[in-house]
Structure formats: C-alpha cells, structure tokens
T-cell receptor
C-alpha cells in the first residue's frame, strides 16, 4: 500500500534554516502536502505542491519535489521558535491522503 | 474560516464501554474523516465519508464504526472500548474540489484514555 516516511526529530538554532525530508511510495500521487501541528492543536495546512512542479516558494517556506526519487522536502528559512511543531508530509493518492509519521522540529534560542 | 469542532478535548472511559466521539463542521464540506494519532506512527485513517449516510473504511477500521446522518456531523463509535484504543483522535473535513486536490481542515483532537 501507500507509504510515507519521515525522520522523527530535527533540532535547529533560531535563525538557521531547517530542512524536513519525506519520501513516498505512491507514484500516482498528484498532490503532496505539508501540514503543521502545534502543541495541543489539530493539523493545519502549510503548503502543497502539484506533482508536475519541482519547486514552490511561499515566503519563508520552500518546497522541493523530486518526482523520480519520490522525495519531498520542506525548507524553512530563518527558523523561529514559533516554528517549533510537528510537521507532517502527506501524499494524495487514490481516494485519500496518506500521512507520514511527522517530524518534530525543535528550535532553540 | 472553517471550523471543525470536536465535542471533547479529553475523555476517560473504562474498558468495554461504548464511546461516542462527535465532530461537527460548519462549512458545508462534503468529505469528513476520522484519524487516530499515535507517537511514532503518525496519523492513521480509521473511516471517511464523502456524503451523508455514506462511509468507507480507512486503514484501521477494526473496533470502530461511524455514523453520518447529517452533512455537518460525523461520529466515531467505539463499540467496546479497549486499552489499545487509547489515542488522540482527530476529525477532519474537506470540500469536494477537483478530484485530486484535497485540503483537510482539522479539529483540535480528542485525547481518549481507556482504563
């Protein structure tokens, strides 16, 4: 079945760039998503990319997609303490969205 | 803004009890979903519904059932709660947009503890 994998933790210093990586197995994925979950809250859509795009930039966020390797990444420039959260990658296949395990980003001052 | 409301933030139940988790959305979305979130396992889809009175099994439906009698409300039912159902339960909804574009709006979650 469809599978989405992410590393579990990432720790960075405030002001550095963060890169969160994701791999997926479903070659028919049409949209790929990044969601953010802050403590005590549900998930919130951050950004998404259509599968025929290589890159999408949205302010401090850059999404890179390597469709050949089925690899997605989220880069956060000038990471702030408010960016500390769990980040979920999502792959849109047939009928439903499949999520990865989530990467917990910890930003230290 | 879309609002997805889950009836309880925290719930404590005993093994064998029948448990109802309620979810209501206020944006006339066709699609509704129930996920459970466990550390190291991420989000796993339990059930989903694309229309009133319609339901589809997700990846882990065993031990659960759902009800969608009205468009705005999607209920998750644990027929006989067990300790391995202790988890964070997240409800989500989405509009019926283009077939391959689905942006989910999530509730804040219900942390269920089964003792």
């Amino acid at each position: 079945g469809e599978d989405v994998e992410q590393s579990l933790f990432l720790s960075v210093r405030e002001g550095d760039s963060s890169v969160i990586n994701c791999t997926y197995t479903d070659s028919s994925s049409t949209y790929l998503y990044w969601y953010k979950q802050e403590p005590g809250a549900g998930l919130q859509l951050l950004t998404y990319i259509f599968s025929n795009m290589d890159m999408k930039q949205d302010q401090r966020l850059t999404v890179l997609l390597n469709k050949k390797d089925k690899h997605l990444s989220l880069r956060i420039a000038d990471t702030q303490t408010g960016d500390s959260a769990i980040y979920f990658c999502g792959s849109r296949g047939f009928q439903k969205l499949v999520f990865g395990t989530g990467t917990r980003l910890l930003v230290s001052p | 803004d879309v609002k997805v409301t889950q009836s309880s933030r925290y719930l404590v139940k005993r093994t064998g009890e029948k448990v109802f988790l309620e979810c209501v959305q206020d944006m006339d979305h066709e699609n509704m979903f129930w996920y459970r979130q466990d550390p190291g396992l991420g989000l796993r889809l339990i059930y989903f519904s694309y229309d009133v009175k319609m339901k589809e099994k997700g990846d882990i439906p065993e031990g659960y059932s759902v009800s969608r009698e009205k468009k705005e409300r999607f209920s998750l039912i644990l027929e006989s709660a067990s300790t391995n159902q202790t988890s964070m339960y997240l409800c989500a909804s989405s509009p019926r947009g283009p077939a391959t574009n689905e942006k989910l709006f999530f509730g804040s979650g219900t942390q269920l503890s089964v003792l």
